[in-house]
């Protein structure tokens, strides 16, 4: 089982988005996926509130797809009557469902306690970079809090690697941004970049990830190529 947070302590990222849709990628092919809604607002449960559930119903763990499960951590909580989110708490909630061989964790957009026991209880973290003005100095601090996991809580905790996501390469704002993270972080980004696309947004109003809302959009396609890039597959 491999276990990867999707975190960046700055918000509106692409993390959740990240989560869901790349969730979905890898059931497509063929991985038994865990999802676990790792962020007390509830977002990525809110992305997937169409999927296999018409009325809406507060489950604490449900089948989104063939191949993918996802697990409300703040349900969880909330029925077992804690406040305190602990790593003994999420091993005991995801205890039942380890037969699958992908863990996603979708963490909050902060690194608050929540954020720490993604990072604790994870091998990887793939970190979603927007391509905007201010990347590198929000990736420094996030390298910084990953560093300091690594040294006090989780020696085995790795960068598994950094997604540009909402790019758009008709701004030149985003041709230097993503050049620029290119140039320092190397081998670590990810070649597959997430595009500005409208059809992403709108996938999430509709509680669906793209691809069952429309498989044929330029994020949908994204995710997949992003699905097999971090199977190991030729990009």
């Known amino acids: 089982m491999r276990i990867t947070s999707i975190a960046n302590q700055k918000g509106g990222v692409g993390k959740t988005t990240t989560a869901v849709n790349l969730s979905r990628a890898l059931a497509l092919r063929a ?19 169409k999927t296999e559930n018409p009325q809406g119903r507060e489950e604490e763990c449900r089948e989104v797809c063939p191949g993918l499960r996802l697990l409300s951590f703040p349900l969880f909580l909330r029925r077992k009557g804690h406040r305190t989110p602990t790593f003994s708490l999420l091993q005991e909630a995801w205890e039942p469902y380890l037969e699958a061989d992908r863990v996603i964790l979708d963490c909050p957009p902060r690194i608050d306690a929540w954020g720490l ?3 604790e209880a994870s091998d990887s973290v793939l970190i979603p970079v927007q391509s905007e003005f201010f990347a590198m100095q929000g990736l420094a601090q996030m390298l910084q809090v990953v560093e300091g996991v690594r040294s006090t809580r989780n020696p085995k905790l790795n ?15 985003h041709r230097d941004v993503v050049e620029e993270v290119r140039g320092h972080l190397k081998e670590k980004v990810f070649w597959t970049e997430i595009p500005r696309d409208l059809k992403l947004a709108e996938a999430t109003s509709h509680g669906l990830p793209a691809w069952d809302y429309d498989p044929a959009s330029p994020g949908a396609l994204a995710y997949l190529q992003l699905a097999r890039e971090v199977d190991g597959d030729e990009p």
């Open 31 to 49: 991985h038994k996926v865990l999802l676990v809604d790792l962020d007390p607002q509830g977002n990525a449960t809110l992305a997937l509130q």
């Open 117 to 119: 026991l993604g990072l």
């Open 159 to 173: 960068v598994e690697g950094f997604l540009l996501t909402m790019v758009d390469w008709r701004e030149p704002l």
